[in-house]
């Protein structure tokens, strides 16, 4: 079997240092690039010329502390060249006023100095004594933090028995780090030698490899002194995974698409929301259980937002305090002007329809919205803290309940659900109200929307005088039902073996 220059180089120079070596010091000696010398090498391991094995080596390097302890030293051997020149005896209250030792050092230090028997700790004193007269030598512990700093990193083979158990120690004081690393040595093997002395022999030299014949090799005529790389054509090529959307990214976009198509338009609204438009311009109260219906997270800083339109907070005060002129009386309580400019992270996308529909003043409407809301919940399969919500409202002359319920389900079908069921609720803000729940082959009825049309206390105030249809859908919910995922934390999965499969 023939070979190619960087392979013969490879083998001879295995055969001249006569032992293994790693991977990294034959790529520096022989001036090899990763991809150069890794095809060399299976190829070589391949005719079994040569063997690879790994070996795990582990080295200790100095940390911050342990290398501003070489030059200034240890803490222990400070407190006791200190004590020693106040003629043996050191206040502890005294110590970081004399040495820059951080005070929750102050302890390990002082144990470190009795323990190696260079003083006594009076504690009913809280004096430190030592023996000025004996001055301790040198220890093991200094010796090698002065030699793991000139040479960098140490290897443990290269530390004898009583070595490994001050670093040990050391290691526990946080002076030295511990690293590992496993090295891929390569070694010449008997096959390999007898191919060498076979090439000696015959006077063979052997060509540099290329694996693509160019314009200038054919040129050139260099094409005659080269060595080409043979294809295996069975071998499998790498599977490739090219970019695309999020799946659950590709399922808001076609219900968008749907609702786009259904002649409606997009709208949002902010994330950070005023309790105003949040909950009071939908008649939900502010001392009335009803507004638990959606919990919310309360801003910090800033607390307060700014109301503009004074006549709109005040047509909302008189709905909630009295019924205005909507036919009802309201919630019979005092509302408050700070309560309704405090600022929620958005509970519900149904703002977004008060805002809307308080700035569109001609008719009919269509819109929709399909974004982030917020809502303080106990992560499980089916509930998550953040989720996505489709608000859409349909507002016109002569529109019913019966409207509503066929456009939910005309949504709903065209995103291939087709078991949905409708069960009358409660909502503070719509009169009549209905439930949407779709089937999930594995979780089985999940409600997904709430819906109805808007009471006059919440038209009325904002300026419409026509029925509004208006309803918020779970998107995260019928999406578990569209892609038949029975875990909701699954739709925000970053897991590549998953997504790569969707």
């Not at 200190?82 to 030792?101: C, F, M, Q, R, S």
């Not at 504690?123 to 000025?132: A, F, L, Q």
């Not at 010449?188 to 006077?203: A, I, P, R």
């Amino acid at each position: 079997m023939s070979i190619d220059k960087v392979s013969c180089d490879i083998l001879n120079f295995l055969k001249e240092k006569q032992k293994s070596l790693s991977f990294d010091k034959l790529k520096e000696i022989l001036n090899l690039d990763d991809s150069t010398l890794t095809r060399s090498i299976l190829s070589l391991e391949k005719k079994g010329y040569i063997k690879t094995f790994e070996e795990k080596k582990t080295f200790y390097s100095l940390t911050d502390e342990g290398r501003s302890y070489v030059d200034k030293g240890l803490p222990e051997r400070r407190i006791y060249e200190v004590a020693t020149n106040l003629g043996g005896i050191l206040p502890i209250e005294d110590i970081t006023k004399y040495l820059d030792i951080p005070e929750k050092l102050v302890d390990a230090a002082l144990g470190w100095l009795v323990r190696k028997s260079w003083g006594k700790i009076l504690r009913e004193d809280k004096t430190v004594r030592v023996d000025p007269s004996t001055k301790p030598s040198e220890g093991l512990d200094e010796k090698l933090l002065k030699r793991i700093f000139e040479e960098r990193e140490v290897e443990n083979k290269n530390l004898n028995d009583e070595e490994a158990k001050v670093v040990f120690e050391l290691k526990r004081r946080g002076l030295i780090k511990e690293k590992t690393a496993t090295l891929r040595n390569i070694q010449l093997t008997s096959e390999g030698l007898n191919y060498l002395e076979k090439l000696e022999k015959t006077g063979f030299k052997p060509k540099p490899e290329v694996s693509i014949l160019t314009s200038e090799l054919i040129i050139s005529g260099r094409w005659r002194e080269v060595e080409f790389k043979k294809y295996d054509v069975t071998a499998q090529p790498p599977i490739t995974y090219p970019g695309k959307k999020h799946f659950f990214l590709e399922f808001i976009r076609q219900l968008k698409n749907i609702l786009v198509s259904l002649g409606f338009e997009e709208a949002d609204g902010p994330y950070v929301e005023l309790e105003f438009w949040n909950f009071d311009a939908l008649f939900q109260p502010q001392d009335h259980p009803a507004r638990e219906v959606h919990d919310s997270y309360q801003v910090k800083n800033p607390r307060y937002g700014i109301l503009k339109d004074k006549d709109l907070v005040r047509r909302v005060m008189k709905t909630h305090e009295n019924g205005w002129i909507t036919g009802s009386i309201g919630w019979r309580y005092r509302w408050s002007f700070d309560v309704a400019r405090r600022l929620v992270m958005r509970s519900q996308t149904t703002a977004v329809s008060a805002r809307f529909l308080f700035k569109r003043k001609k008719f009919p409407v269509k819109m929709f919205c399909v974004s982030r809301v917020f809502r303080p919940d106990v992560l499980d399969a089916k509930h998550a803290m953040e989720f996505y919500h489709c608000e859409g409202i349909v507002a016109d002359e002569n529109l019913n309940f019966k409207h509503l319920l066929g456009m939910l389900k005309k949504i709903v079908n065209a995103l291939g659900i087709e078991k949905v069921e409708f069960k009358p609720g409660y909502f503070p803000f719509t009169e009549p109200s209905v439930e949407v729940f779709v089937y999930h082959p594995k979780i089985g009825w999940m409600e997904s929307a709430g819906a109805g049309l808007f009471r006059p206390e919440v038209t009325l105030p904002l300026g419409i005088k026509c029925p509004v249809l208006a309803w918020g859908i779970g998107v995260d919910r019928l999406a578990m039902v569209k892609l038949g995922v029975d875990d909701i934390r699954e739709l925000h999965t970053r897991r590549l073996d998953y997504l790569r499969v969707r």
